[in-house]
Each structure stands twice: as C-alpha cells, then as structure tokens.
C-alpha cells in the first residue's frame, strides 16, 4: 500500500504560481509512476503530468495545455513529488489529485486506470 497525501493549493490569480507536494509513504519502492491529475467541476479527472522510473532514471510526461509553465520534480529523501505551476490561467483551476502506479505490462499512464494509489486531492482556484 501507498499513501498519498496532497498540500500546497489555493487561491491565485491568473498569471501567479503554485507549488503542489505530493508526500508519498508505505510502500514506495513499488510505484513505478507517480504523477497528477485534475478535476473540474462538472468534468472528468484528466491527466496533467508524470514522472516514469525514478531515482536518476526516469521521464516527465505533461499534457499539451501546461507545457512550458508545469514542472516535475521529486525530492527521493522526502518521498516527496512536486509539481510547480507557473502562469496559472482560470482554465487550471480543479482539484488536483496525486496518484501513484505500479510497473503495468500494458496500459496508458496518461489514463486514471494506470494508477492504483490516489491522493484525496487539494483545490487550485485561478481567478481572472
């Protein structure tokens, strides 16, 4: 088992930046991907970014609409992934879920099917 637990969302206003943490507890070894999802209201949880591997081995994965402003980063003494947000827009505001996977011989990690573990999510709201 693993534990996801989410902090650092809030209100900002479009152009300003967030920084998510994502500590990761249990079994951590065992999480092949590790990475975000969001959820608008009204709307279908869709994927943001992930980080494949880890240690000094692996590859950051974003959707197209935050190339350029959302980065990865994972510090492995805190078993901790961060996501920066830069240039939020309106469109960003959801909540934002951390999510865990183990290695799968097929699938998508760019779908929720991927991931097993899930953490309870933290708000993001962008104001105009």
């Known amino acids: 088992q693993v534990q996801l637990v989410e902090s650092g969302g809030g209100l900002v206003q479009a152009g300003g930046s967030l920084r998510l943490s994502c500590a990761a507890s249990?079994?951590?070894?065992?999480?092949?991907?590790m990475g975000w999802f969001r959820q608008a209201p009204g709307k279908e949880r869709e994927f943001v970014a992930t980080r494949i591997g880890g240690g000094t081995t692996y590859a950051d994965s974003y959707v197209d609409s935050v190339k350029g402003r959302f980065t990865l980063s994972r510090d492995n003494a805190k078993n901790t992934l961060y996501l920066q947000m830069n240039s939020l827009k309106p469109e960003d505001t959801a909540v934002y879920y951390c999510?865990?996977?183990?290695?799968?011989?097929?699938?998508?990690?760019?779908?929720?099917?991927?991931?097993?573990?899930w953490g309870q999510g933290t708000q993001v709201t962008v104001s105009s």
């Open positions: 999510a865990a996977g183990t290695f799968k011989a097929s699938g998508s990690y760019y779908t929720t099917r991927y991931y097993d573990y």
């Open positions: 249990g079994r951590t070894s065992s999480s092949y991907a």
